[in-house]
């Protein structure tokens, strides 16, 4: 049995409200049995030290860095597929439709906030340890929401977050004409979700079993069909044909 981190408790809810958690049941569904989560609750920066502490442990949707990837064991292939993460700004300025987080900061005197603890992929993750000072940092359980929230309560002027995820938590607010969503500049088109498993015995079992999972054809096919309704058309056209592009060159 794995102990998988996330915030999914199979003990109060019968489904899964995230895409990612939704898919990674459908792998775990194709394996039959063999791989068996007992879901544990966690914070974004106790779950990382989960896979150190724990050999039975395992994360999942996580973006993939050198660092990270020196930490603990990932799937040969992602599972999820985003859009990049944009800027999103609670502000009546006028800014442009890309803009970089040092000029968010030091141009436009925007306050940014973040979630400690989580990657926001290797790029964007190096222009905030560049300006680590001019940041907030939100910490615990929950964090990321909790931004979502301060955004809308003019606690904040800005977060990273995917817009997908924005928009699902608060569909009306994101309509406003003060809410608005920034390409970052100099971030990747698309992020990629991986299944993470403990540098340990029983984590080099999980991600095999995984592996050969994600090895069938029509598996990879559903997934790539999943993620047609999760976004709007354009990029739900490009997020799909990012996820094809994966599973070909592997």
Request: charged residues 25%.
């Amino acid at each position: 049995m794995i102990d998988l981190a996330s915030d999914f408790d199979p003990a109060k809810a019968n489904e899964p409200t995230d895409a990612a958690m939704v898919i990674l049941m459908k792998v775990q569904k194709a394996l039959d049995g063999k791989l068996i989560f007992n879901h544990i609750p966690a914070s974004r920066i106790r779950e990382w030290r989960e896979l150190d502490s724990h050999p039975t442990t395992c994360l999942y949707n996580k973006a993939k860095t050198p660092v990270r990837e020196k930490q603990a064991l990932y799937s040969k292939f992602p599972f999820t597929a985003f859009p990049a993460n944009r800027l999103i700004v609670h502000s009546n300025l006028s800014l442009p439709e890309s803009l970089s987080i040092d000029e968010l900061i030091t141009k436009y005197g925007l306050q940014l906030g973040v979630a400690k603890g989580r990657s926001y992929g290797e790029e964007i993750d190096l222009m905030l340890a560049k300006i680590k000072d001019h940041v907030f940092v939100n910490e615990g359980a929950n964090s990321a929401a909790r931004l979502r929230k301060m955004l809308l309560q003019d606690k904040l002027d800005a977060i990273i977050e995917y817009a997908p995820v924005f928009n699902y938590d608060h569909p009306h607010k994101s309509r406003q004409k003060d809410i608005t969503f920034h390409k970052i500049s100099g971030a990747p088109d698309a992020t990629f979700g991986y299944f993470v498993c403990s540098n340990s015995d029983v984590g080099k079992q999980a991600i095999t079993l995984f592996n050969q999972a994600m090895d069938d054809k029509q598996l990879q096919q559903d997934i790539i069909e999943f993620h047609q309704d999760l976004f709007f058309e354009q990029e739900s056209i490009f997020i799909r044909q990012s996820l094809r592009a994966q599973f070909l060159v592997q």
